[in-house]
Each structure stands twice: as C-alpha cells, then as structure tokens.
C-alpha cells in the first residue's frame, strides 16, 4: 500500500500518513458508485433531502474537531477554520432543500404537452484545491448529491484530512455506500485517470488555469462535462471619496486572509491618486498589526504558507519588486511570509500582473474612473473585485464595466452560499453556489407527450 506524509505548515512535522488511491482501484470505485447512483436517485427526495440535513447536522456537532484538523493541516487560523467549518454545514443545509425542489418546466407547444426534467449526469469527479479544502468541498459535493448524483472527490494532496473526515460525517449521517469515495493522491495519477474515465460524465476543479485548461483538453476525448473554478488577479478600485479607513482595513481579509492563499485576493489595488498618500499610511497600520502566528492560537489573524514550496514561489515574486512594508512572521520552523506591500511598480511588473498565490498587495495609482477600469481589466483573469466609493451612481456604472464574476461593493467578500460564484476569460468556466449549481449537476431531458392521438 501506497502511503503519503502529511506535513504540518506551522512546524514542518509529519502531522499525518495517509493510504493513497491507486490508479488501478478506479475501474471499481466507479462500477460501485454507479450502482449506488441508480439507488440514491431513485429514492424519495424528501428522503435524500433528510440524508443530506443529517449531513449538516454531523458538521456542525464536530465543528471544533473539523476546525483543528483544517487549522493544522493548511495552516489555516483557527477562528477562520471555525467558521469555513460553519460554512460547510450551512451548504449542505442550503442544498438539503433542492431534491425536492428541483424543477422542471411545462413549455406551450402545438398537438401536446412539452416538458422538461432536470435529471442527474450519474457518477461526478470533483478536484479540490489545498487552500480551503472543506469548504469547496462541500460547495461541490452538496450539489451534487442533491441533484442525485454519486461522487468521487479527490482533495489536494497536501490537505486531504478534513475531506475524508467528511465522508466518515457523511456515512454517519446516512448516506449510502460508495455513493461519496475520497481518492487520495496526486493530479497526475489518479487525477488524470479521473478526467479521462469514460464513466464519469462531469468534472469539477478548482485550481490554477493551468491545470484547467490540461482538465478541458482530457475531458473533451469523452464529452466529459467540465465546471472550471481557476485563477485570478482580482482588483479593488479605491476612489478618492471612499471610506479610506474601511477600504484599507478590509484588505486585512480581503488580500491576507488565509495568508493570501485564494483565488478572490483582492492583489491588485488602485488607488485614486489624490487619495494614495492618506491610504497608504492606513494599510501600514494594517498590516502592523496583523498577528502571524501559531493557527491554533485564539489571536492569530495569519498563519503560514501551505508547503515550502509555496513559500519559496511568493519568496521569489518579492524578490525583486519593490517592497514598501511588511509587517512582522515567525522566524521558523514553519513556512512563514509577512504580510507585503508592493509599490511603486508597473502594470506589467510580474508582481502585478501573475497570481502570487501568497500575502502580498501591489498598490496602482489611477487618475481617472474610465482609466481605473481599463487597467483593472487588463488581466487574462476575471474572477472577484471590489469598488470602493461613497458614489452609487458611479459604484454601478464601474461594476458594470469591471469584468469580473464576483464584484462587492464598498465590501471585500465574494462569496455567499446562496449566490451564483464564478469567473470571467481564464478564471474558468461555469458557476457554482447558488440554484446555478443545480444546473451544473444536471442534464436537461425534454418531453414531448402527445395528446391528439397516434
């Protein structure tokens, strides 16, 4: 048996070992989630609404457990794993409702009756990324089973534990049998094997848009059905009479929470020239004062890097672009970044126009609204952004022309359970969250019924 060391970020210790999935189990695991599709689907959906209820129940009721294991498996402090954990429980909740719910529609035609069902693909293939493993999780597998699908959920390697303590939650819970299997190991082995079986009709993944783009080009041997949540560079536009103080203490979430480890980090701000001194001296008292540290500890605001290797790759985007502050990490051990401000530099600066993936912030100065849009556009990303001013008219007129799938205004947040979460151009394809979700699990079947005779 194929097993893979775990390593803790905070001390660079073997936190946990885990058995991998090999390659040649797929064939298998598949055959048996297929059965076990057939019956889920076929159950009352008030049953599989149940199930799905008692799921969230199961979160919530081991909250602190689940909250430790994703603080020390990504690094991850331990109130923000308290509430992702929450947020897992509440999407599940949320979807509880649907297979009851999920609706078809009747559709006036000459000679009979037309119809339509939202009827599930089968057997789905979620990839999940390291930075937040148990919430996109739960934002992949909720859905999915709620739209009568079986899953088979492959976590990042680096942070698998919380995933298979959920699926342990979830068979407590009552679901069936092979109906939700977690394949540990890497993309490029059973990864791979998944995108290019032939017996799984849809494909999930968060991660980079490199990946992204090799995921669509596998699936498209099989027509395989892909949802591509990728990468960003995400903008925040501060205009001069924005609420300087709010604009500057959001970032404290907004680019370093989760030691800027996710895709929605607002890395890229504008800032209105007449407004860039006063902002600055703001976001240095900011970044001061946020607390690096042990994620277990109660004041910690950051913790580290996920891997070493992370933490070189942010390492060597600062290196050489220019450093206004930082603010204070731990010597080590631990895959330690300060938080980072970047500025003076360029559009063009690498620093400024790659994912880092890490806490560092380049500040842009702008004159104009129409120039602040443009440069905000000139990404290949499209993901999340925010608009700072105490203009409505404008607020709108700029949300319109930032091409961005999830925009805040006068807010850093992207997310909501209950809203539809995707990107633009290279930040992927599809949406999830929300009833649009529902449509990503789902095939639609048209039926026509006759009733004029033969």
């Known amino acids: 048996m194929t097993t893979l060391d775990l390593i803790e970020p905070a001390t660079e210790k073997v936190l946990n070992t885990v058995a991998v999935t090999e390659p040649t189990e797929l064939d298998d695991i598949v055959s048996r989630a297929a059965l076990a599709q057939q019956r889920w689907a076929a159950q009352r959906p008030e049953d599989r609404a149940h199930v799905l209820a008692a799921v969230a129940r199961e979160i919530e009721e081991n909250l602190e457990d689940l909250a430790r294991i994703e603080a020390r498996n990504v690094g991850m402090p331990i109130n923000d794993a308290r509430g992702a954990v929450a947020g897992a429980a509440s999407t599940f909740r949320y979807y509880s409702a649907a297979p009851e719910r999920l609706l078809g529609q009747t559709i006036p035609v000459a000679g009979g009756v037309d119809m339509t069902f939202r009827e599930p693909i089968g057997v789905v293939g979620l990839i999940t990324p390291w930075n937040f493993p148990l919430t996109i999780a739960s934002w992949k597998v909720a859905p999915a089973l709620a739209a009568g699908n079986a899953v088979l959920l492959k976590p990042a390697e680096l942070t698998p534990l919380s995933t298979l303590r959920l699926a342990e939650l979830a068979r407590r819970a009552g679901l069936p049998e092979d109906l939700f299997h977690v394949l540990v190991g890497s993309g ?18 968060t991660g980079s848009t490199a990946v992204g783009k090799d995921i669509a080009r596998r699936a498209a041997e099989n027509i395989t059905r892909v949802t591509l949540e990728l990468g960003g560079k995400s903008a925040s536009i501060v ?55 042990d994620p277990l500890a109660e004041d910690t605001q950051m913790g580290p890097l996920v891997s070493a290797n992370q933490a070189a790759r942010v390492q060597d985007y600062v290196q050489d672009a220019p450093v206004l502050f930082q603010g204070s990490a731990p010597a080590g051990p631990g895959f330690w970044f300060p938080p980072t401000v970047l500025y003076p530099l360029d559009d063009d600066h690498r620093a400024a126009r790659e994912e880092i993936f890490g806490p560092v912030v380049a500040v842009l100065p702008f004159d104009t609204e129409d120039e602040a849009v443009a440069r905000a556009n000139g990404t290949v990303y499209g993901l999340a952004g925010s608009i700072w001013t105490a203009n409505a008219a404008r607020s709108l007129r700029v949300a319109r022309q930032v091409a961005a799938g999830a925009l805040a205004i006068n807010s850093y947040t992207s997310v909501r359970i209950t809203t539809p979460f995707g990107g633009f151009k290279q930040s992927g394809l599809g949406r999830e969250l929300g009833p649009d979700a529902l449509d990503a699990y789902t095939e639609v079947k048209n039926v026509f019924f006759n009733t004029v005779g033969p």
């Open 239 to 293: 205009f001069a009479d924005a609420d300087l103080d709010a604009a500057a203490q959001g970032l404290a979430g907004g680019v370093f929470g989760n030691s800027g480890q996710d895709c929605c980090a607002r890395s890229r701000v504008f800032v209105q020239r007449a407004a860039l001194e006063p902002f600055l001296e703001k976001l240095h008292a900011v970044v001061d004062d946020i607390v690096v540290g």
């Open 188 to 205: 490029t082995t059973i990864g791979r094997r998944m995108v290019e079986h032939p017996g799984i009709g849809k494909i999930a993944f």
